[in-house]
């Protein structure tokens, strides 16, 4: 954990395969050199599978208690400062994991009580049994219970937020009604306010793929700190491509200004 051995192993193989770096480009190089993000679907499942071990082997071997106790702490110092300063985050899942891991973590108590009240079975104790079957029952009524008022729920939107946006939306509403009453009183106002408002809001990219929306992107040097003729080039290109773009948008735009002042 503390080594990252998956990026160092990964960098050490990459540096190997191309021992001449100076014949690599800079986006290569941010490519061998990129930060990595949490590899949640390897990371969890391995604290569970020792939260699991802790809980079940706690009756039969007592002293894993103070080992799994110490490696929690260590991994709860090391996985923040790994999260917090290491890591760079893909994705936000909006704590939708935090469900899965409670529910498998009660589990794994689950077991641990079950394999407690069978040890005892096997070691003939007969009335210590019937005094902790409570124990898994209530486990199982706590994991329904989470369940039940906390991870349902936050998959829906609260009460709350719901009256709020309906508040805002009303609002809005009202507002755009009033705005609209207001132009239709007002003589010098265009009879097509409802035809040009749309006009005038409408996006011409919001049913395009969104790779094509985009602008063309500045081309990166061969070496940061180096001079790059092609890459000058190609940027010189391009800002020219946008410069020629935006005189014929303002073209467009003008001869529409002068019809409507005519």
């Not at 409408?202 to 990166?220: C, G």
């Not at 180096?226 to 940027?235: F, G, S």
Request: overall charge neutral; proline content about 6%.
């Amino acid at each position: 954990v503390f080594l990252r051995v998956g990026a160092l192993s990964r960098m050490l193989l990459l540096r190997a395969l191309t021992p001449q770096a100076e014949r690599l480009s800079q986006r290569e190089l941010d490519e061998i050199y990129r930060p990595e993000n949490v590899q949640y679907g390897w990371e969890f499942p391995t604290q569970l599978l020792v939260i699991m071990i802790v809980f079940t082997y706690a009756v039969i071997c007592p002293v894993i208690l103070p080992v799994g106790t110490l490696y929690f702490c260590f991994a709860l110092i090391v996985y923040k400062k790994q999260v917090l300063y290491v890591y760079q985050p893909v994705y936000e899942s909006g704590g939708s994991m935090f469900p899965t891991a409670l529910q498998r973590t009660l589990f794994g108590l689950f077991c641990g009580q079950l394999t407690m009240i069978g040890y005892l079975i096997t070691r003939h104790f007969y009335h210590q049994p019937l005094f902790l079957l409570p124990l898994p029952i209530a486990t199982i009524w706590g994991t329904n219970y989470f369940n039940r008022h906390y991870a349902v729920p936050s998959t829906r939107l609260s009460l709350e937020r719901a009256r709020e946006y309906d508040r805002i939306s009303e609002m809005l509403a009202q507002s755009s009604v009033s705005q609209r009453l207001d132009d239709l009183n007002d003589e010098a106002a265009p009879l097509g306010f409802g035809v040009e408002g749309r006009r005038t809001q409408f996006d011409k990219n919001s049913y395009r793929q969104p790779v094509l929306t985009q602008k063309a992107m500045i081309p990166r040097r061969y070496r940061w700190g180096q001079p790059d003729p092609i890459a000058l080039e190609c940027t010189e290109k391009i800002r020219s491509m946008r410069e020629y773009s935006l005189m014929n948008e303002q073209q467009q735009e003008t001869p529409s200004d002068e019809e409507n002042g005519a």
